[in-house]
C-alpha cells in the first residue's frame, strides 16, 4: 500500500545552521541556583538546565510539513543528537520552565518542568517566533522523584496527536521530530507493582509559547508580585499585542471557548485538564492519556486514573475549562479588576454556547439553526448513548443518510458506526425520521449538503487502537506503520478510498488491550 500524494515545500537549513534566540530567558527573572537537583524555587519563572545526553539517538520519525514551517530540512546526524537532547548548539540557552497547578481539583504546590526543556526560539517561515522544546530530556529541578525521562510508547503518541490535530484544525502544539534513545526507562504501566524496562524516546515539540495557567499561579501563590506582573507583560506584549492585560485573558477565555468546541466536535478527550496543562495562548498542550470517543459516551474518560471521579469525562471538559479559567482569574486579582476577569468568565460562557451551537449546526448540514434545533440535537444525542455507536463514524456516514425511505434505508449507510450489529436502533430511527424531514426543508441538493458535512466531519482520527499498533510495530523496528497512518491523518476530512481501514471501528480484540481504550498517566 503506498503512500497518500502530498505536496512538498522546498527543503530548509539543517537545524544546526538555524538561528536561535531566548526571549523567554533574556525578559523573565531566572533561577541563580545553577544546581540541577530537586528542589523549590522561588521568584523565577525558568532554572537554566541542560538536557541529558542519551545512548544512541536515532530520528525515529519527523514531521515533514512542520519542518517546512520551520524553514527545516529533515536532520542530519548532530541534529538528531541536538533533537535528542545530546548536543546543545550555540545561541541554545535551555531551560526548564517553573510552574505550579491545581491537579484533579486541588492546589498542588510547585510542579514545573520535570522532563520537558526549552532548548530556544527560531524564527518561522512565516515570521511567527517559535519554541522548540525536548520532552523526556532528563532530570531538571522539577523532577521531584522522577527520572525526567519518557518512553516511547507515550513520546510517539504525543509526537502523532499533536500532528493530527493540527490537520483537523484544532489549536495544538505541534511535533517535529521522534528520536529514540537507545536507553531503557522503567515504568509501572498499569500502576500494579509491576515494573519493567520500556525503550526510551524524546518527542520535539514546537509552540509560539508553552506558557501555561500555573505558571501565573506558582508566582500568584507565593506573592511574587514583580514576577507575575513581568510574566503577564511578557505574555501580553509578546502575544497579544495592543491588548491589556484584562484584554488578554478575556480573549484566553473566548480562544478557550472555542478550543472546547473544537474538541467536543471531534469527540476528543485531552484525560488530564488540570491548571498546569492549560495554554495562555488557548493551545492544546501536553498529550498525555488522551483518546477519541468510540461509543458516544459523555461521561467515558481515557484516563484510568479518572477511572473513579471521571472529573475530565468528555462532557465535562466545557466546565472544567471555565473552572481552570477561574483558578488563573484568581491568580490575576493583583493586576486585574475582579469585574473584568468576571466578564472574560461570562464571555467564555457566551462564546462556548454559541460556538458549540454552531459546530452541531455545521455537523448535522444545517443551514440555519432554529430554536426547535436543539431538541432535535439533544434527542440524537440521547439516541446515541442508547446503543454504542461510535461518533466520529456516526457523523461522517449520517452524510449519506438518505432523507426519504424506510428506517431500514435510513439505518443502512450508518451500519458501520455501530458496535452490536444486531440492535436495533429504534429510538435513532425515528430521530431519522425527523432529522430527513427537517434537513428536507432546507431544498439543498444532497451533494451539497454532502460535501458541507463532510468538511465538518471527520474521516480519519487517532483512534487508539491505531495508535498502539504504529508503537507496537515502531518497537519492533517498523516505521512504516507509523509513517503510513501519519500521512492519512494529513489529510483527515477527505475520502482517501485507499486508506479505509484506517477509518474502521474499533475492532473487538482492541476492547480491553492495553493502550487501546483507557490509558494510565504513566510515561
Not at 56 to 78: F, M, N, Y
Request: glycine share 8%; aromatic share 10%.
Amino acid at each position: 500500500m503506498s503512500l497518500p500524494a502530498l505536496k512538498r515545500k522546498p527543503a530548509g537549513v539543517d537545524l544546526t545552521a538555524a538561528a536561535f534566540s531566548n526571549t523567554f530567558v533574556s525578559d523573565l527573572p531566572g533561577d541563580p541556583v545553577l544546581v540541577n537537583v530537586p528542589r523549590q524555587v522561588s521568584n523565577a519563572c525558568y532554572t537554566r538546565v541542560e538536557p541529558t545526553r542519551v545512548a544512541a539517538p536515532k530520528l525515529l520519525a519527523w514531521s515533514d510539513v512542520l519542518g517546512d514551517e520551520l524553514g527545516l530540512s529533515r536532520p542530519g546526524a548532530q541534529a538528531v543528537e541536538v533533537l535528542g537532547g545530546s548536543r546543545v548548539l550555540p545561541g541554545m540557552q535551555p531551560y526548564a520552565a517553573r510552574y505550579g497547578g491545581h491537579q484533579f481539583g486541588h492546589w498542588a504546590g510547585q510542579l514545573g518542568d520535570g522532563r520537558a526543556i526549552t532548548l530556544a526560539e527560531l524564527i518561522a517561515s512565516d515570521g511567527s517566533r517559535q519554541e522548540l522544546q525536548l520532552k523526556g530530556a532528563g532530570k531538571t529541578p522539577y523532577s521531584r522523584t522522577a527520572d525526567g525521562r519518557a518512553v516511547l510508547r507515550s513520546s510517539l503518541r504525543e509526537f502523532a496527536c499533536s500532528e493530527a490535530m493540527f490537520h483537523l484544525g484544532v489549536p495544538t502544539t505541534r511535533a517535529l521530530s521522534l528520536v529514540g534513545t537507545g536507553e531503557a526507562v522503567i515504568r509501572d504501566m498499569f500502576y500494579d507493582g509491576h515494573p519493567a524496562p520500556e525503550p526510551g524516546a524524546v518527542v520535539c515539540r514546537v509552540a509560539p509559547s508553552f506558557v501555561r495557567f500555573g505558571n501565573f499561579q506558582i508566582v500568584a501563590a507565593n506573592n511574587e508580585l514583580d514576577v507575575l506582573k513581568r510574566l503577564v507583560d511578557y505574555v501580553v506584549l509578546g502575544y497579544f499585542p495592543g491588548l491589556t492585560p484584562a484584554g488578554w485573558y478575556r480573549e484566553l477565555c473566548r480562544r478557550t471557548a472555542l478550543l472546547m468546541v473544537d474538541w467536543m466536535r471531534l469527540g476528543f478527550v485531552h484525560g488530564v485538564m488540570n491548571t498546569d496543562n492549560m495554554s495562555a495562548l488557548g493551545l492544546t498542550i501536553d498529550y498525555g492519556p488522551y483518546g477519541w470517543l468510540e461509543g458516544y459516551d459523555p461521561m467515558w474518560t481515557p484516563n484510568t486514573t479518572d477511572a473513579q471521579g471521571r472529573r475530565y469525562s468528555y462532557g465535562n471538559q466545557p466546565g472544567i475549562a471555565q473552572w481552570n479559567l477561574a483558578r488563573l482569574a484568581e491568580a490575576l486579582l493583583p493586576l486585574v479588576d475582579r469585574a473584568e476577569l468576571e466578564a472574560g468568565l461570562n464571555t467564555y460562557a457566551d462564546t462556548f454556547n454559541e460556538a458549540w451551537r454552531g459546530a452541531l449546526g455545521r455537523k448535522l448540514g444545517l443551514l440555519d439553526l432554529k430554536p426547535e434545533d436543539e431538541e432535535l440535537t439533544n434527542e440524537l444525542l440521547e439516541a446515541l448513548a442508547e446503543t454504542e455507536t461510535d461518533f466520529t463514524l456516526f457523523f461522517r456516514r449520517l452524510a449519506d443518510v438518505p432523507l426519504e425511505g424506510s428506517d431500514a434505508d435510513r439505518l443502512a449507510p450508518l451500519q458501520p458506526a455501530f458496535y452490536d450489529e444486531q440492535a436495533t436502533h429504534q429510538r435513532l430511527a425515528a430521530w431519522l425520521r425527523r432529522y430527513g424531514a427537517r434537513v428536507g426543508a432546507q431544498g439543498e441538493p444532497a451533494e451539497a449538503r454532502r460535501g458541507r458535512m463532510n468538511a465538518a466531519n471527520p474521516k480519519y482520527v487517532f483512534r487508539n487502537y491505531l495508535a498502539q499498533q504504529a508503537i507496537d510495530a515502531l518497537e519492533a523496528g517498523d516505521a512504516s506503520v507509523l509513517e503510513r497512518l501519519m500521512a492519512v491523518l494529513q489529510q483527515p476530512y477527505d475520502e482517501q478510498p485507499a486508506f479505509e481501514a484506517y477509518a474502521a471501528r474499533r475492532p473487538e480484540w482492541a476492547r480491553h488491550k492495553a493502550g487501546c481504550s483507557a490509558l494510565s498517566c504513566s510515561s
